[in-house]
């Protein structure tokens, strides 16, 4: 497989260099270099506190010579539960300065899930919330776990937050009181190229969850090319409401302004009032989101009475963009918001449209080009080693600097995915004559209707053009005789009416016989991951139950 001529280079934005020379660097220097050098910015505002880079480096030193006392070595894996507070920022310094494995686990996350993740991962510690030990209390004894640190959500909200107290419980300790160490920066010899930075577990969207292993070359890189895309600088300000814990959040919001010296605005949990009065407050330049985010913003009856002028770049990605959010949200703030695409397994940013201001390089419902280094082909679906045309439908590669070095622990499914350093990866797509890249499905979302294929992707943009529909979510339904047939599940916009022959009409009048919707269900919500992503692996095993 090959990316032929790069015919995305026509387009390619002016003030963004085709290749970029990356630092090779363990992923906490780019913090140590930016306290140096920019000691009194502002790294992470939370609340009422505001944390200086000189001020997150010195935290972060501190959660260092604390893990090396506990014993944890180079290759340890160190787990942390937490929502967006200061306290995950420091803790990921901290564990990446004594050259252990970061694995953070989703705060939403319930028993079995929290269990499989420590095992899969080994990890021995685990960074936690008050709120969310309880959950690794009850798991404790079957995985592998030895230490836990409990902290909370007001530690670092105020000058006077209140403190932690642990339980009294053997081995698990106060956040506040470990903190008190004396902070001496501790100097572990790292390979940027081979050591591992973060072991980052997929959503499990479309199978069991898998670790993916991150370098600290990987996680640079990544942070360093999406910086140069959106041309940021040490004096944007960017609202952090994407979870960190998911490696869209991680890089894009956290790691890219910690590479800028750039001001991080902490929200542990979105709501769109809230959203808007830090948008306003702190003057937020950079925001990326997921486009259930931009649409309830829109959706909010007093979104004109704030003042978001200062917007400059959103960057949308996990699920397509509707059209007419694009255009409102661009047209209500005056910024600039375009698609991207990413994966798990590629840090996780490959694709972005150019954020040059100018409508002449957005292609609606397209992902963008490839980022600076990131090389992009279509293959067949079939064997993945044939590169097809452009607009031919195939399989999306890429390959880079951003790309993981494996699966953890599992190299039979590690083997499938990377093959000469190319990373299939698993999502149905087409790149037209200029090189613009567009998502047409998940490989494994794929309909049999008879002996069709049916994309899922394209029926639910036709559903979009629908003026009742906010969201939607197309699956194969089991039929004894057609195998699958189309299903869509709508979420109707607030006081809009539509029926289900009306929906399927709509459709039907728009595409293929075979692609019809042969049912609609009306939901008032959809269930989504804490990506941002329609779970449609959901909606298929009910209507699997069902057929039973």
């Keep these: 497989m090959s990316a032929k001529n790069k015919p995305w280079l026509k387009y390619w934005p002016p003030a963004v260099p085709e290749s970029l020379d990356y630092p090779k660097i363990p992923l906490h220097e780019l913090l140590r270099k930016n306290a140096k050098k920019h000691p009194e910015n502002t790294a992470v505002a939370f609340f009422k506190r505001e944390m200086t880079y000189s001020e997150l480096d010195l935290l972060s030193d501190q959660f260092a010579v604390w893990l090396v006392d506990l014993g944890i070595q180079k290759g340890d894996r160190v787990a942390v539960f937490l929502p967006n507070i200061p306290q995950f920022l420091i803790v990921y310094f901290g564990i990446l300065k004594v050259g252990a494995v970061l694995t953070a686990i ?7 899930e929290v269990a499989f993740q420590l095992n899969d991962s080994k990890a021995k510690t685990i960074v936690t919330l008050d ?4 959950i690794v209390k009850r798991v404790w004894r079957e995985t592998s776990l030895k230490n836990a640190v409990i902290t909370n959500m007001e530690e670092y909200s105020s000058e006077n937050p209140s403190i932690t107290k642990a339980p009294k419980v053997p081995n698990v300790y106060s956040f506040q009181k470990l903190m008190k160490k004396q902070a001496i920066p501790v100097n572990v010899e790292i390979n940027p190229l081979q050591d591992l930075a973060a072991l980052q577990y997929t959503g499990g969207t479309t199978g069991t969850s898998k670790g993916a292993m991150l370098t600290h070359l990987n996680l640079v890189s990544n942070a360093i090319a999406f910086a140069v895309w959106i041309k940021g600088t040490a004096r944007d300000t960017f609202l952090t409401a994407l979870p960190l814990f998911h490696i869209y959040g991680m890089t894009t919001s956290m790691t890219t302004p910690i590479s800028l010296a750039a001001k991080i605005v902490l929200m542990p949990r979105f709501d769109t009032t809230t959203a808007l009065e830090i948008i306003q407050k702190h003057k937020i330049t950079v925001f990326c989101g997921v486009p259930t985010m931009y649409s309830a913003l829109l959706a909010n009856p007093e979104i004109e009475k704030f003042n978001l002028k200062s917007i400059r770049v959103c960057i949308s990605g996990a699920s397509p963009l509707p059209p007419q959010v694009q255009k409102k949200f661009m047209q209500i703030t005056s910024g600039f918001l375009a698609e991207g695409y990413g994966l798990t397994e590629a840090s996780p940013v490959t694709h972005c449209n150019p954020v040059d201001n100018t409508m002449l390089t957005l292609k609606v419902g397209s992902i963008g080009l490839p980022l600076p280094d990131t090389d992009a082909c279509i293959v067949d679906v079939e064997t993945g080693r044939k590169t097809l045309e452009p607009e031919e439908t195939g399989e999306l590669a890429v390959k880079g600097p951003q790309v993981m070095r494996g699966y953890w622990q599992n190299p039979e499914e590690t083997s499938q995915v990377l093959r000469d350093d190319w990373l299939l990866t698993g999502d149905i797509a087409r790149m037209d004559q200029d090189g613009y890249f567009y998502i047409t499905d998940r490989k494994k979302d794929l309909i049999k209707y008879k002996d069709y294929s049916v994309y899922p992707r394209e029926i639910e943009d036709v559903l979009y ?28 916009k607030d006081g809009a009416r539509a029926t289900e022959s009306e929906i399927m009409t709509f459709v039907k009048e728009k ?16 269930p989504i991951s804490a990506a941002g992503k329609v779970l449609r692996r959901a909606l298929q095993e009910e209507e699997k139950k069902e057929n039973l």
């Design 106 to 112: 989703s705060p939403l996350h319930k028993e079995r």
């Design 131 to 134: 709120t969310l030990f309880p």
């Design 465 to 492: 053009e629908h003026p009742a529909v906010k969201f939607c979510a197309v699956v194969g339904k089991p039929t004894p005789v057609f195998g699958e047939a189309p299903k869509a599940f709508v979420v109707l």
């Design 511 to 526: 595409v293929a016989p075979y692609k019809a919707v042969r049912e609609v269900e009306f939901r008032k919500k959809l």
